[in-house]
């Protein structure tokens, strides 16, 4: 589910910068601003940041035991993405396996399609295996899929996985789940 939240983050800039005049300096807190973001990527209470949407305030800079830095609280709107469970989301799937696929769903690279929550497929193993159903659908790597979200967990750090959600799907419960048609991912923007 997409959300608008106003954050507050603390911004640092080099003391020199801070004296430059009004439009360049907000200019130059935004790009810090991003850059911090794109470090963080993603908080367990907000989910992804994926768009600051406006610039609130910024506060009074203040230097501490006269470093050469400026800290200056930054209160923003951000625009973010938190998974749920219950939601009809889309994915890409990146790996098959005899378990099941792993898939890609917007900025989530863990969610993970168990072969016992795709009752109508089965597993097709070879060079480039696949799962394919009665009605002669097929899910491979690369295509898109239609999945319900069983559910949603989020990781500080485990392994090589750091500050990410990940998460179980299913295509359990509806007909409009599963593998959909190349002309529907071009319209959706997906790329397969």
Known sequence: MF???????????????????????????????????????ASKDHGYFIAVTSLKSIGKGQCKNKSQYVTFPITFGCRTFVP??????????RHVFRRGLLLKCGPINYVFLSSRKMPTYHYVGGKNPVFSSNE???????????????????????????????????????????????????????QT
């Open 3 to 41: 959300c608008e939240v106003e954050l507050v983050r603390d911004v640092k800039v080099v003391a020199e910068k801070a004296d430059r005049d009004g439009l360049n300096f907000q200019r130059y807190i935004m790009a810090r601003l991003l850059e911090n973001l794109l470090k963080e990527r």
């Open 84 to 93: 749920s469970g219950g939601e009809i989301l889309l994915g890409v799937v």
């Open 136 to 190: 002669f659908a097929t899910i491979r790597t690369e295509s898109a899929v239609r999945f319900n979200v069983l559910g949603v967990r989020w990781i500080e750090k485990r392994g090589c996985i750091k500050k990410e959600f990940v998460m179980l799907a299913s295509l359990e419960g509806s007909n409009t789940l599963g593998p959909i048609s190349l002309s529907e991912a071009d319209e959706l923007g997906l």
